[in-house]
């Protein structure tokens, strides 16, 4: 992984419910297939590990592996490309490729630290298991096939579906930006949202600071903030593991 993202650069199909609208956008689909072939080998390579750890930097939010939207698209483009197998009668090329992509997305959810990459995650099997039902119930898949998606989709466990690390995670990355970044200088611009993160943020005039500060004077105590930032924290967190 590392800062490898998976890139995906073409617009994903949409769903394909049967088998003659599958076929009807079967050109479509190979295009798509085939401009994702550089992201396929990523996706083989990845499944080589037992288990796909997440190593952003706790105030990293960059998060450059597993883009958010490129993933999801990438999953919506590997669907469209089982049922086109199916579809064509070779439901079993379909399976095998099913089975990668759900496998590395398996080994990524207990691991992902960010919340949106999480729910992100945690939806694409959804997807994938209507994808293997819809293969399983397909005239032309054999037993050998049905075994195949049987032994790869195992109940989701707890660890998987938790939310518990990346609540964790929002909580320290929002401590963190208290006690190391905001100051009585930078207190307005932690309004505006994203600011303290882009590459290249625009400093703040002279008389934007001194109202900041004199802002902060007034309405700010860190460790008051920090205080009632863990009191808001503590049972989100709580409940997040129960989910």
Known sequence: TGTNAIQVIMRAPGWYTNA???????????NDWQKLEQSRQIIKQLDKFEIIADLNEVSNYSSPNFRFIDIRKLAQVYQGHVLLCAARGKPADGARDLVELHSVIRKAMPYSRYLTRKMILAVIPVWNIETANNLADDPSCDRETLEMLYKAFPPLTHEDVSLKWPVV????????FIEKELTAA???DSFKLFKFYEDDPKPSGFWMINLSRATACLFFRKNRTLRDLKMLYEPIISGADRI
């Open 20 to 30: 003659t609208e599958t076929l009807l956008h079967a050109t479509e689909i190979e």
């Open 169 to 176: 995670l929002e909580y320290l990355n929002i401590k963190h």
């Open 186 to 188: 930078t207190f307005l």
